[in-house]
């Protein structure tokens, strides 16, 4: 005997439900539509709340439901060996790139002490001594240092150190040429320790004194030296070597009057070069002598501090370059 449901309300977009019918048996069917047209669906209250969907007393749920067969029902196996790989192979991964941090740490050591052997043979020689050490009360270090230099070597170092000073910030010539003195009686003692503080401050001030000759001297006062003259291009070149020569004057004038003479090709104005570079207490004047005699005269060599050279050329081309003029 079958049971039919009562028809339910449409739905909101306006479609019927069908109703459903329930054998003896259990199973649901369709029921069969009466040829007859269906009637026009009612209108849907916009508000579905409190509706309720009365069965009749007759009706009666299935007493055998219908139960899926075992095929239909998905398998739990394959995705608990899919787990499974999964977990291989992340504990596969973690001990590859644990091999690979192992040979990475050792090439990088191994680099490391290829370029650094003193570094890595220190650090080998503290991990030996931590694992002799180890399980035992730590000793604490002992920090070595080196002694301070005997009072004679100190004293020498300051002394150098003095002429250096006196060199650069005075221009002084007798500081400079003790210096010399000092390098030439270690030439065949390298090993002194103060070969290196010696040679050291020769070349700071040389490198000095090549820099302040690409520097011109400030001008002369024309009217003081000479009173007809206005400008320096007023000044005979007696005055300006007159003002080279005499020692009286400041260092910055003589140095000024030695860049003037640097175009003037006369024997006295060569000679008053010659000398003052032999002469001069100031290593400034010295330096820009040097500068206007190798303009004048053609001296080919560059050491200006070097006046045992230049008076070896000299001698030897003098007669020549004061015989042209």
């Given at each position: 005997m079958a049971h039919q449901l009562p028809q339910r309300r449409p739905s909101g977009n306006g479609q019927m439900f069908d109703s459903l019918r329930y054998s003896d048996n259990g199973t649901a069917s369709a029921p069969s539509r009466a040829p007859t047209s269906t009637p026009a669906p009612a209108m849907v209250p916009d508000d579905m709340t409190g509706l309720v969907v009365e069965l009749p007393e007759s009706f009666e749920r299935?007493?055998?439901?219908?139960?899926?067969?075992?095929?239909m029902v998905p398998s739990l196996e394959p995705v608990q060996q899919v787990v499974q790989v999964k977990r291989g192979f992340s504990g596969f991964g973690v001990f590859c790139m644990?091999?690979?941090?192992?040979?990475?740490?050792?090439?990088?050591?191994?680099?490391?002490?290829?370029?650094?052997?003193?570094?890595?043979?220190?650090?080998l020689d503290k991990a030996a001594q931590y694992l002799d050490a180890e399980g035992e009360e730590a000793t604490p270090q002992v920090v070595h240092w080196t002694p301070p230099e005997p009072e004679s070597t100190l004293g020498a170092r300051i002394q150098i150190l003095e002429l250096e000073d006196r060199a650069i910030v005075r221009g002084d010539r007798t500081a400079f040429s003790e210096l010399q003195r000092q390098a030439k009686l270690l030439e065949s003692d390298s090993a002194n320790p103060i070969y290196d503080?010696?040679?050291?401050?020769?070349?700071?001030?040389?490198?000095?004194?090549?820099?302040?000759?690409?520097?011109?001297?400030?001008?002369?006062?024309?009217?003081a030296i000479f009173p007809g003259a206005e400008a320096e291009p007023d000044l005979p070149t007696a005055s300006v070597i007159q003002v080279l020569r005499d020692r009286r004057h400041a260092?910055?004038?003589?140095?000024?009057a030695a860049y003037l003479l640097a175009e003037?090709?006369?024997?006295?104005?060569?000679?008053?070069?010659?000398?003052?570079?032999?002469?001069?207490?100031?290593?400034?004047?010295?330096?820009?002598?040097?500068?206007?005699?190798?303009?004048?005269?053609?001296y080919?060599?560059?050491?200006?501090?070097?006046?045992?050279?230049?008076?070896?050329?000299?001698?030897?081309?003098?007669?020549?370059?004061?015989?042209?003029?």
């Open positions: 299935p007493s055998n439901p219908v139960v899926p067969p075992d095929s644990a091999i690979f941090a192992q040979i990475l740490l050792i090439g990088g050591l191994g680099v490391a002490a290829y370029f650094y052997p003193k570094e890595a043979s220190a650090i503080a010696v040679h050291a401050s020769l070349v700071r001030v040389r490198q000095l004194y090549h820099v302040s000759a690409q520097n011109t001297p400030p001008r002369l006062d024309a009217q260092a910055e004038s003589r140095e000024r003037v090709n006369t024997p006295p104005a060569q000679k008053a070069l010659f000398n003052t570079i032999q002469d001069d207490p100031n290593l400034q004047v010295v330096v820009q002598a040097f500068s206007s005699f190798c303009k004048s005269t053609g080919p060599g560059h050491d200006c501090f070097d006046s045992e050279a230049v008076e070896s050329w000299w001698y030897q081309n003098a007669p020549k370059i004061l015989g042209q003029n």
